[in-house]
T-cell receptor
Framework: SAVISQKPSRDICQRGTSLTIQCQVDSQVTMMFWYRQQPGQSLTLIATANQGSEATYESGFVIDKFPISRPNLTFSTLTVSNMSPEDSSIYLC?????????????FGAGSRLTVL | DQQVKQNSPSLSVQEGRISILNCDYTNSMFDYFLWYKKYPAEGPTFLISISSIKDKNEDGRFTVFLNKSAKHLSLHIVPSQPGDSAVYFCAASPNNAGNMLTFGGGTRLMVKP
């Protein structure tokens, strides 16, 4: 299946600042997905990033807070803007697998953000 | 409104015994179910899935059972090994493509040697 690299793996951020998370995939993929896992909570889909078009956001998530770029078929970024402590979460990039795992999501290791 | 629930936040099992992780869902549109395993500092990894046309799917030590009438599925691990200690997430989708996943809250499994 696809290999996904995320940067940074973790960061500690100050309230009011913004941070951009990068996601690199080792193969070309049509759709990339950004998830959030708040402490002790489940994984929640933030948005779907398609190359060449605007990202599609899930209910409760807006572009101003979580702008997403998708410049090509192997790369995407998620920015967490104007952060508050409630944004402290693990942010995960995911894509569909390939081969026998073609219909399941493969996740990156995640980016753990702590907002002070 | 939690559409996928894992009511046990943690489970402790002795090595060699069976681990049973449970998951309940409320949305009758879900027809594809998956289990993911997550180790600390790693992303979730796919473990096993089942389509709503089946009631059982087996892969080695892992078996998933689906009871559509009860809207309940379970993951059985036999025999449990210390390396199975992780957080297990149940997920459901209204299609067979594996996207639009709704995840449960996770169950932390601890397998004691």
């Amino acid at each position: 299946s696809a290999v996904i690299s995320q940067k940074p793996s973790r960061d500690i951020c100050q309230r009011g600042t913004s941070l951009t998370i990068q996601c690199q995939v080792d193969s070309q993929v049509t759709m990339m997905f950004w998830y959030r896992q708040q402490p002790g909570q489940s994984l929640t889909l933030i948005a779907t990033a398609n190359q060449g078009s605007e990202a599609t956001y899930e209910s409760g998530f807006v572009i101003d807070k979580f702008p997403i770029s998708r410049p090509n078929l192997t790369f995407s970024t998620l920015t967490v803007s104007n952060m508050s402590p409630e944004d402290s979460s693990i942010y995960l990039c995911s894509v569909f697998g390939t081969g026998i795992g073609a219909n399941v999501l493969t996740f990156g290791a995640g980016s753990r953000l702590t907002v002070l | 409104d939690q559409q996928v629930k894992q009511n046990s936040p943690s489970l402790s099992v002795q090595e060699g015994r069976i681990s049973i992780l449970n998951c309940d869902y409320t949305n009758s549109m879900f027809d594809y179910f998956l289990w993911y395993k997550k180790y600390p500092a790693e992303g979730p990894t796919f473990l096993i899935s089942i389509s709503s046309i089946k009631d059982k799917n087996e892969d080695g030590r892992f078996t998933v059972f689906l009871n559509k009438s009860a809207k309940h599925l379970s993951l059985h691990i036999v025999p449990s090994q210390p390396g199975d200690s992780a957080v297990y997430f149940c997920a459901a989708s209204p299609n067979n493509a594996g996207n639009m996943l709704t995840f449960g809250g996770g169950t932390r499994l601890m397998v004691k040697p």
